[in-house]
């Protein structure tokens, strides 16, 4: 059997943080073993936004890593660790590889939106901007519980709701993050794909 590419013994021994809302944070997630072939594998996408995976081309252990993230035995352990039913939600993934100056604004997820995972993917990361703060209000990027390097291999999980502020200071410049969720029904997943894939060829076509 091929090795997994990711760590989920770590994921499931990792504590649950409340405040402000449910979320935790696993440091290297993806087994070190797998991170020079996952860099290897990773779309080129250099302009902002949230792409489909149907809009990107990438590697066989790229492809190995985002089925492993949406397997059966992911979705039991985030459902153990946020104690929500997952096991009959749909997922849906998007890639980014780039942020601009209207990135990184304070929000929270849709409403569609159950569980919202995010896997970073940038070596060591040491600039000051681009660290995802989590946040008590939607006013203050100060007022924040945690802030999360965006690290090679790093995972950011949390609990949608409508609480669940957080945003990043601005970095302009190439920022990999692989975005899942499970959502709430298969038409949130066509509205919300078709929504990220007219954008993203918009992205792509702006350029002739």
């Given at each position: 059997?091929?090795?997994?590419?990711?760590?989920?013994?770590?994921?499931?021994?990792?504590?649950?943080?409340?405040?402000?809302?449910?979320?935790?944070?696993?440091?290297?997630?993806?087994?070190p073993?797998?991170?020079?072939?996952?860099?290897?594998?990773?779309?080129?996408?250099?302009?902002?936004?949230?792409?489909?995976?149907?809009?990107?081309?990438?590697?066989?252990?790229?492809?190995?890593?985002?089925?492993?993230?949406?397997?059966?035995?992911?979705?039991?352990?985030?459902?153990?660790?946020?104690?929500?039913?997952?096991?009959?939600?749909?997922?849906?993934?998007?890639?980014?590889?780039?942020?601009?100056?209207?990135?990184?604004?304070?929000?929270?997820?849709?409403?569609?939106?159950?569980?919202?995972?995010?896997?970073?993917?940038?070596?060591?990361w040491?600039?000051?901007?681009?660290?995802?703060?989590?946040?008590?209000?939607?006013?203050?990027?100060?007022?924040?519980?945690?802030?999360?390097p965006?690290?090679?291999?790093?995972?950011l999980?949390?609990?949608?709701?409508?609480?669940?502020?957080?945003?990043?200071?601005?970095?302009?410049?190439?920022?990999?993050?692989?975005q899942?969720?499970?959502?709430?029904?298969?038409?949130?997943?066509?509205?919300?794909?078709?929504?990220?894939?007219?954008?993203?060829?918009?992205?792509?076509?702006?350029?002739?």
């Amino acid at each position: 059997m091929t090795p997994y590419t990711i760590n989920l013994h770590t994921l499931r021994s990792t504590p649950v943080m409340r405040d402000p809302f449910p979320y935790l944070i696993v440091p290297n997630f993806i087994r070190p073993e797998a991170l020079a072939a996952i860099e290897t594998d990773y779309p080129a996408i250099t302009k902002s936004g949230s792409f489909p995976l149907a809009t990107l081309t990438y590697g066989p252990i790229f492809e190995k890593l985002i089925q492993e993230i949406q397997s059966q035995e992911m979705t039991s352990a985030i459902s153990n660790r946020f104690g929500i039913d997952l096991a009959r939600k749909p997922t849906m993934v998007t890639v980014r590889g780039y942020t601009d100056a209207n990135d990184g604004k304070i929000h929270s997820d849709s409403k569609s939106k159950l569980v919202t995972v995010l896997l970073y993917m940038n070596g060591n990361w040491e600039k000051p901007g681009g660290r995802l703060r989590l946040l008590r209000s939607p006013k203050n990027l100060e007022d924040m519980v945690a802030e999360v390097p965006p690290d090679q291999g790093t995972l950011l999980a949390f609990l949608n709701g409508p609480k669940a502020w957080h945003g990043h200071e601005e970095h302009i410049g190439p920022r990999r993050a692989i975005q899942l969720n499970w959502v709430k029904s298969k038409s949130v997943v066509w509205r919300e794909q078709l929504r990220h894939r007219l954008s993203a060829y918009g992205k792509i076509f702006s350029k002739y």
